[in-house]
T-cell receptor, first 114, second 110 residues
Framework: GAVVSQHPSRVICKSGTSVKIECRSLDFQATTMFWYRQFPKKSLMLMAT?????????EQGVEKDKFLINHASLTLSTLTVTSAHPEDSSFYIC??????????FGEGSWLTVV | EDKVVQSPLSLVVHEGDTVTLNCSYEVTNFRSLLWYKQEKKAPTFLFMLTSSGIEKKSGRLSSILDKKELSSILNITATQTGDSAIYLC??????????FGPGTRLSVLP
C-alpha cells in the first residue's frame, strides 16, 4: 500500500496564530489527497479533497479561508489552519487514494490551540 | 444520502474470546467496502471487499461482504489485548468520496 507521511505529529500553538501541517505521499504519485478531522471518540469527518495543481474541494460547513489547502506537487499537500482558536484543536489526518481504490492514511497530527 | 452504520458501537471482551463486528451501508453505486483498525494514531488498512461471499483473511482476522444484505462482518478470533482499538468500516462508492461509519470501539481485557 501507499506510504503516507504527515508532519508534525503534535503541535501546540497560541490562539490567533497559524499552523501548517504537511502530508507527503512517499511512494505514490497522488493527484488526490484527502484531509480528515477527528474529534475524540468520533469517526472521521472529511474536510476537503485536495487536487494537485487546482483548488481543493471543501465539504459543506468547512471554511475554506480558515483551512487553507495547497497541493502543489504529486507528493505533497499542506493544510494550514489560519487564525487558530481553541475549538480548532483536533486530530487532523491526511490520506491518499491509491490506484487500487484504497485509502491509506498518514500518521495524523494532534493540534492543540491554547 | 450515503450512510454507513456499525454495531455495536462499543464492546468489551476478555482475551481468547471471538468477536464479530457488523457494518451495514446504504450507498448508491457501491464499489467496495473497507475495514480499518485505529489505535492511538491514524487508521491502518485491514481489508478491502468488493465481491459477495468471498472471505478475506489475515491471521486471526477475517471479513466477508454480503451485497444482497448490504453488509459486512469483521471477525476476530482468540482476541488479544493488542486487538483493542476502534474498527472503522468505510464504503467507496463510484465517483464519490469514501463514507466512514462511526466505528466500533473494542476493548479486550486480560
Amino acid at each position: 500500500g501507499a506510504v503516507v507521511s504527515q508532519h508534525p505529529s503534535r503541535v501546540i500553538c497560541k490562539s490567533g496564530t497559524s499552523v501548517k501541517i504537511e502530508c507527503r505521499s512517499l511512494d505514490f504519485q497522488a493527484t488526490t489527497m484527502f484531509w480528515y478531522r477527528q474529534f475524540p471518540k468520533k469517526s472521521l469527518m472529511l474536510m476537503a479533497t485536495s487536487n494537485e495543481g487546482s483548488k481543493a474541494t471543501y465539504e459543506q460547513g468547512v471554511e475554506k479561508d480558515k483551512f487553507l489547502i495547497n497541493h502543489a506537487s504529486l507528493t505533497l499537500s499542506t493544510l494550514t489552519v489560519t487564525s487558530a482558536h481553541p475549538e480548532d484543536s483536533s486530530f487532523y489526518i491526511c490520506a491518499v487514494a491509491s490506484s487500487g481504490n484504497t485509502i491509506y492514511f498518514g500518521e495524523g497530527s494532534w493540534l492543540t490551540v491554547v | 444520502e450515503d450512510k454507513v452504520v456499525q454495531s455495536p458501537l462499543s464492546l468489551v471482551v476478555h482475551e481468547g474470546d471471538t468477536v464479530t463486528l457488523n457494518c451495514s451501508y446504504e450507498v448508491t453505486n457501491f464499489r467496495s467496502l473497507l475495514w480499518y483498525k485505529q489505535e492511538k494514531k491514524a487508521p491502518t488498512f485491514l481489508f478491502m471487499l468488493t465481491s459477495s461471499g468471498i472471505e478475506k483473511k489475515s491471521g486471526r482476522l477475517s471479513s466477508i461482504l454480503d451485497k444482497k444484505e448490504l453488509s459486512s462482518i469483521l471477525n476476530i478470533t482468540a482476541t488479544q489485548t493488542g486487538d483493542s482499538a476502534i474498527y472503522l468500516c468505510a464504503v467507496n462508492p463510484y465517483g464519490q468520496n469514501f463514507v466512514f461509519g462511526p466505528g466500533t470501539r473494542l476493548s479486550v481485557l486480560p
